[in-house]
């Protein structure tokens, strides 16, 4: 069903999720703090507001988009009276502190509120692999669900508006990791003349298959029991790991990613736990 949305924001994401909304048949109105980043949008169908209040008033959803928090914050400085009734998506990545405040500000004014993150790039918007997560009103997401799924899977987590913020920030960081792990490997290799292209054959497959430990890891994690059945003990991946950190260093390598692997690897070591499997060091993350 069609619907009226305003779209704050107009960055290369809002753009993509504007685009998106534009032609599985919404009528979108669009605002930039640039206004000329919209006449694309308006040549594709958008309304261009001439301001926030504009935008607002001829929408019954507003879907922000915007860099962060601060920009969330001065965008609807004077507008939260006009919120009341409308359902606001705010798509803007940010700290759970900061999904809060601004959660119970408009939920005050009397809007429903949906935080969201957006597990894609812009080019993935539209298509199966894009995924977005949501919490917050219930009611808001059920109201919108058929324009979420027009970005890709939509994920409701609960009513706890900083669910998907956290859950965000968790997937970004495994992601950073893999990518970090990566970086510094070829890096790594390109010390003895490997390009990365030449590396890539050894690097790629070996990833894929230590993913398929995310299960057991997984469980362990869970159940708090990291000594059972153990496939290959701290003890042992230590020793990689501070061979790394050296490794690197006399071949001129930043080290400062392995660092507080290293760091926490000790940590569980000295604590008598090196005979664990090494799912342990998430007990050493959280200070246990």
Avoid at 157 to 176: F, I, N, T, W
Wanted: hydrophobic share 50%; aromatic share 6%; glycine share 10%.
């Amino acid at each position: 069903m069609s619907k009226s949305i305003a779209i704050i924001g107009l960055g290369a994401m809002g753009t993509a999720l504007a685009k998106t909304l534009i032609d599985a048949g919404n009528t979108a109105t669009v605002w930039n703090r640039t206004s000329a980043r919209a006449d694309a949008l308006v040549a594709r169908g958008a309304r261009r507001a001439a301001t926030v209040t504009e935008a607002i008033a001829a929408s019954d959803i507003l879907i922000l988009c915007l860099t962060d928090y601060a920009a969330v914050e001065t965008t609807l400085a004077d507008v939260g009276p006009m919120l009341a009734g409308k359902t606001v998506i705010n798509l803007t990545n940010g700290r759970p502190d900061e999904v809060r405040a601004v959660a119970a500000r408009l939920e005050a004014y009397g809007a429903r509120y949906l935080d969201g993150g957006i597990m894609a790039t812009p080019p993935m918007i539209g298509t199966p692999d894009a995924f977005i997560l949501c919490s917050g009103s219930a009611d808001a997401f059920e109201k919108t669900r058929e324009q979420l799924a027009a970005f890709g899977q939509s994920h409701y987590l609960g009513e706890d508006p900083v669910l998907a913020a956290v859950s965000d920030l968790a997937l970004l960081s495994a992601m950073y990791g893999l990518f970090g792990g990566y970086l510094h490997a070829t890096a790594l290799a390109g010390s003895v003349g490997f390009t990365a292209k030449q590396f890539l054959p050894l690097v790629e497959p070996w990833l894929a298959a230590m993913m398929t430990a995310l299960p057991d890891y997984a469980e362990r994690i869970d159940s708090g029991d990291h000594g059972r059945d153990v496939m290959s003990n701290l003890s042992m991946q230590s020793v990689a790991i501070t061979n790394i950190v050296a490794a690197s260093r006399s071949l001129g390598i930043d080290p400062a990613f392995m660092e507080p692997i290293e760091r926490l690897a000790k940590k569980r070591l000295a604590a008598g736990f090196g005979g664990d499997e090494a799912s342990g060091l998430i007990e050493a993350m959280r200070g246990k």
